[in-house]
């Protein structure tokens, strides 16, 4: 799948987890940019999300969470207090503290991968999704 | 200056550089050992291993120390913020261990 496919899937999750939360949070917003901190924030809660759709995670068995893509990036970056992994089948939310623990805690080693859009090689966590889940919390 | 053969090879020098827990002398091993061009991949993965060799300091004035030796101005925002979280979740489960061990031993 190309990069922009891979956006715009992204985008589309984004924009239907806004609707929801926009059922219950009316200030609840979406960021705009590839610079972006965090996708949605949640006034009401100061909280912010980052939202990653991972369908490969249902063939892989992992999920991937990115530090470094030539420069710090993803966990590093993230301004988000709370995390979701949506598999297409799955939901899972985490907090960025947890994401954290886990990777550290479970002693996970790093690696570096490039899809096919990619420019430059990336360094990711590849996290056994039912790791994750054993860190996760419910939805804010 | 090593080369770097693999990913895994720079991953271990930055283990090993995270040991000297002063964040100025890890980033000077971590220039001694890497070639310029991996530099910026090495400084984010070294704060992987900062919490646990922060926290391998045998006194809290050590390891103060080397909480205040990180500068405001890294690559990484809150780096000290990132680095305090990661020592108090490994603080966390070295005394669920403690506590788990103990237990076993009057079992």
Known sequence: MSWTKDLAKGDKVEEEWLEKL????????????PDSRFDLSVPELDTKIEIKLDARSKDTGNIVIEYHHNKPSGILTSEAGV???TTGDEDIWITKKNIQKMILVEELSPVMIQGPDDRHKKAVFLV?????????SSAP | MAQIHSFSHLHKICESA?????????????????????MP????????FLPRAILDLPTKQARRAALDSIPNNTPVTNVRQFIEDGITSLWEKDRELDKGSSKGRQG
């Open chain 1, 83 to 85: 995390w979701l992994f």
């Open chain 2, 41 to 48: 991949i090495a400084e984010s993965t070294v704060l992987f």
């Open chain 1, 22 to 33: 926009h059922g219950v949070f009316k200030q609840a917003f979406k960021t705009f940019g």
């Open chain 2, 18 to 38: 995270a040991k000297k827990t002063n964040y100025p002398l890890v980033l000077k091993e971590l220039r001694r050992q890497v070639p310029r061009d991996w």
């Open chain 1, 128 to 136: 056994p999704i039912e790791i994750v889940r054993r860190y996760s």
